[in-house]
C-alpha cells in the first residue's frame, strides 16, 4: 500500500514551458485533490475530483487543467508556466469513513520556474 | 464564501504542557467539516482530526482533540501533554457540506508554527 505518490519530487521549468505533475493513489479514494503552497502560507486548493470523470475548480485554477479518468490517477497539468507558478504541489486523497475523514498528501513536487 | 482564521502566526509551549492553537472560522453553509493538519520541517502534510458542524461532542484522536464552539465560529486544537515531535506549523482547514461532493474543497488557514521547548 503505496499511499499517495507524486512525481517528480522536483522540477525547473523555463517561462512558457508546459509540464504534468502526477498524482496516484491505491486506497480507492473517491476524493482527490490538487493544492499549491507559496512560502508562509497555508496551502490553496487548485483543482479537486469527487470521482473518476468529476473535476472541478478550486480558489486559484488559472493556469491550471487537470482530468480524472480513473479513480487511481489525477494528473495537474500546467498549461504554459509562468514564474508566480512557483510553489510546492501536493495532492492529497480522500475517503470519509465512519463519521470522519480517511485523509492522506503525498509527499509534494517542488517546481520552479525561471 | 468560506474563510479560516489563524491569529497566532507561532508558539512557544514547554514539554509536557497542555497546548491550545486558536481557529476561528466564517460560513454560510449550514453544515461544514473542520480539519487539522500538522507540518513538520519535512514538508509533508498531515491529517490529524475531523470535526463535523453536526458532531454533538468533540472530536478526539489520541492526544488531539478539537474544541468546537459553534455559536462561537471556533474550532480550536488542543495537543495534551505536549512531545517535543510537536514541533510543526498546524493548519486549521474547512470544507463545505460534508460527506458530499463538495466535500474535497478543502481551504486553509494560514497557520500557527509551534514549538515545543525541552
Known amino acids: 500500500n503505496a499511499g499517495v505518490t507524486q512525481t517528480p519530487k522536483f522540477q525547473v521549468l523555463k517561462t512558457g514551458q508546459s509540464m504534468t505533475l502526477q498524482c496516484a493513489q491505491d486506497m480507492n479514494h473517491e476524493y482527490m485533490s490538487w493544492y499549491r503552497q507559496d512560502p508562509g502560507m497555508g496551502l490553496r486548493l487548485i483543482h479537486y475530483s469527487v470521482g473518476a470523470g468529476i473535476t472541478d475548480q478550486g480558489e486559484v485554477p488559472n493556469g491550471y487543467n487537470v482530468s480524472r479518468s480513473t479513480t487511481e490517477d489525477f494528473p495537474l497539468r500546467l498549461l504554459s508556466a509562468a514564474p508566480s507558478q512557483t510553489s510546492v504541489y501536493f495532492c492529497a486523497s480522500s475517503q470519509p469513513r465512519g463519521g470522519t475523514y480517511e485523509q492522506y498528501f503525498g509527499p509534494g513536487t517542488r517546481l520552479t520556474v525561471t | 464564501a468560506q474563510k479560516i482564521t489563524q491569529t497566532q502566526p507561532g508558539m512557544f509551549v514547554q514539554e509536557k504542557e497542555a497546548v491550545t492553537l486558536d481557529c476561528t472560522y466564517d460560513?454560510?453553509?449550514?453544515?461544514?467539516?473542520l480539519f487539522w493538519y500538522k507540518q513538520p520541517s519535512s514538508g509533508e502534510m498531515i491529517f490529524l482530526i475531523y470535526q463535523g458542524s453536526y458532531d454533538q461532542q468533540n472530536a478526539t484522536e489520541g492526544r488531539y482533540s478539537l474544541n468546537f464552539q459553534k455559536a462561537r465560529k471556533s474550532a480550536n486544537l488542543v495537543i495534551s501533554a505536549s512531545q517535543l515531535g510537536d514541533s510543526a506549523m498546524y493548519f486549521c482547514?474547512?470544507?463545505?457540506?460534508?460527506?458530499?461532493?463538495?466535500?474535497?474543497?478543502?481551504?486553509f488557514g494560514s497557520g500557527t508554527r509551534l514549538s515545543i521547548r525541552p
Open positions: 482547514a474547512m470544507s463545505p457540506r460534508p460527506f458530499d461532493s463538495s466535500a474535497s474543497k478543502i481551504i
Open positions: 460560513t454560510s453553509d449550514p453544515s461544514y467539516g
